[in-house]
């Protein structure tokens, strides 16, 4: 039997996805009535961070123990990764003494490698491509606060990252509209954006893209590893700011979400991300919840 792995959201079936969605609002209302439930009982997480964290870090960790399991952290310092140990002979080891493996890091192609190598589940926590984990708890923060986000029109601001490429392919997924507003030079990948066809549509006016919008997203304008950009990017993402004049033009109800961290008054005002039409606390949250209904999916095959 194949075994799964999840890089990009395009890894499983529509229809997965949404149950995966739906399994997370279940294990928080589990979560939140005290009921035990430990599918994972001794199974083991390894957690690979070339890249720091806070939210992933702390969800992986607390959805096993929740779960009934373990999970050991592991960063390039910690192991021989850092001192020049192949990316393959590490999969091939860890993936024989644990019995999942989430990875962290900047390189995609990197990620591809090391899950060719693996014995077991290995899931994309972030990489400079793509960051699947956080759409699944931004979907779930979608449906719990509006229902089902099929047919609805999600507005992207802000720079082309691996953010931005994880909504083009839950737009595919979710069948939704996004509109993406980056300036010229910033746009997603281009292979990424013609897959998506007619869900995604690209322009460079922020303005356009949230008029009528049910869901306004944005990140930082400067990622990890981006920081010697940082006084650039400030002056082309200028006009790209979400902040209430911004969100006026979207639905009366529309939310806004940040996958955090953010930076006040630069790519997002405190008005809009500490105001009521913001969910990003919620959004933050439900990292730990959607993770834990793809852990138990992954290594046990869904609920128990």
């Known amino acids: 039997m194949a075994i799964q792995h999840f890089l990009t959201l395009l890894d499983l079936p529509a229809d997965e996805l949404r149950q995966l ?5 279940d294990l928080k209302t589990l979560q939140r009535q005290g009921k035990i439930y430990e599918p994972l009982k001794n199974k083991v997480l390894g957690m690979l961070f070339e890249k720091s964290s806070t939210r992933t870090r702390v969800s992986f960790e607390a959805g096993m123990a929740q779960f009934g399991g373990s999970a050991i952290f592991l960063s390039p310092q910690d192991t021989q990764l850092g001192r020049g140990e192949p990316i393959e002979d590490t999969a091939r080891v860890l993936s024989r003494m644990v019995d999942c493996l989430m990875v962290r890091t900047f390189s995609h192609s990197m ?47 802000g720079d082309g990252n691996n953010m931005c490429q994880s909504y083009i392919n839950a737009a595919c997924q979710f069948d939704f509209q996004l509109r993406i507003a980056t300036p010229v030079g910033y746009e997603p990948d281009s292979i990424i954006l013609q897959a998506a066809g007619e869900r995604a549509q ?4 922020p303005r356009e893209a949230t008029k009528g919008a049910d869901l306004v997203v944005t990140d930082v304008w400067t990622s990890m590893g981006q920081e010697k950009e940082k006084l650039r990017r400030l002056q082309d993402f200028a006009d790209y700011q979400i902040n209430s004049k911004l969100m006026a033009l979207a639905q009366e109800d529309a939310l806004f979400m940040h996958c955090l961290p953010a930076h006040r008054d630069e790519e997002v005002t405190a008005e809009v991300i500490d105001g009521s039409q913001s969910v990003v606390w919620d959004e933050a949250e439900n990292r730990l919840y959607a993770q834990k209904a793809l852990l138990e999916k992954l290594l046990v095959g869904g609920p128990q």
Do not use: K
Request: charge should be negative; proline fraction near 4%.
């Open 21 to 25: 969605v739906l399994r997370a609002i």
């Open 111 to 157: 990620l591809e490698r090391f899950a060719a190598y693996s014995r077991v589940p290995v899931i994309n926590a972030l990489t400079d491509s793509y960051h699947p984990c956080q759409l699944l708890a931004d979907i779930q923060t979608y449906f719990e606060h509006r229902g089902d986000i099929q047919g609805r029109t999600v507005a992207w601001i």
């Open 202 to 205: 690209i322009m460079t006016d």
